[in-house]
């Protein structure tokens, strides 16, 4: 059974970090695309960063401007998502996602693309 299960969110204050961990049981990220994406209530949801495992093509949301790095082992399926500088409008769920196919042709932070996702993880900046 193909899983996801991610954890690390919770309640920060403008200005302070986050990491966010996802960790797939029953497949490894090998040849795979890996998202991070994000939906704030009454929002579509958006990608903010999403990588490919095999050539290393990329691609983030313009919000990111630099504050937000992704990172993991990817052949033990374990992907993280640090965050700092964090603002009051990067408040939403997150969710970690990935795309079987994506090691082939990187679909971007296109959500559709994406087969496997987690069950997402709140994250709260006040202000």
């Known amino acids: 059974e193909v899983q996801f299960v991610e954890s690390g969110g919770g309640l920060v204050q403008a200005g302070g970090s986050l990491t966010l961990s996802c960790a797939a049981s029953?497949?490894?990220?090998?040849?795979?695309?890996i998202g991070w994406f994000r939906q704030a209530p009454g929002k579509e949801r958006e990608g903010v960063i999403c990588?490919?495992?095999?050539?290393?093509?990329?691609e983030y949301g313009k919000f990111v401007k630099g504050r937000f790095t992704i990172s993991g082992d990817y052949a033990r399926g374990t992907v993280n998502l640090q965050m700092n500088n964090l603002e009051p409008d990067d408040t939403a769920v997150y969710y970690c996602?990935?795309?079987?196919?994506?090691?082939?042709?990187?679909?971007?932070?296109?959500?559709?693309?994406?087969?496997?996702w987690g069950q997402g993880t709140q994250v709260t900046v006040s202000s």
């Open positions: 996602a990935a795309d079987p196919f994506g090691g082939t042709w990187f679909p971007g932070c296109d959500p559709s693309e994406y087969d496997y």
């Open positions: 029953g497949f490894t990220f090998d040849n795979y695309a």
């Open positions: 990588i490919s495992n095999t050539d290393g093509s990329s």
